[in-house]
């Protein structure tokens, strides 16, 4: 199992980066996230505000799953079609 799963509810500032990922599922979470999907460029093929537990979505060209903290997209304004960029960190 990767993804949150029996952990706290990540930061507002803070999320979790799977890869390779092309779906991601809900079940036994606690609390909704939001859920990002990316190509192996970043740029955004599919944003999910509000998953909720036991619900599973996916993005059959994602490279990536980026789990946030419900609220962030739109915080953030992420939209479909946008790149994003990360650095790895240590």
Do not use: K
Request: net charge positive.
């Amino acid at each position: 199992m990767r993804g949150l799963l029996f952990r706290p509810c990540p930061e507002a500032d803070g999320g979790l980066l799977i890869r390779p990922c092309n779906s991601v599922h809900m079940f036994g979470m606690r609390y909704p996230l939001d859920v990002v999907f990316l190509d192996r460029q970043g740029i955004i093929l599919r944003a999910i505000e509000g998953l909720r537990p036991w619900r599973a979505a996916w993005a059959p060209r994602a490279h990536a799953a980026l789990e946030l903290a419900a609220g962030s997209i739109a915080r953030l304004q992420l939209e479909g079609g946008m790149q994003l960029t990360w650095q790895e960190v240590a």
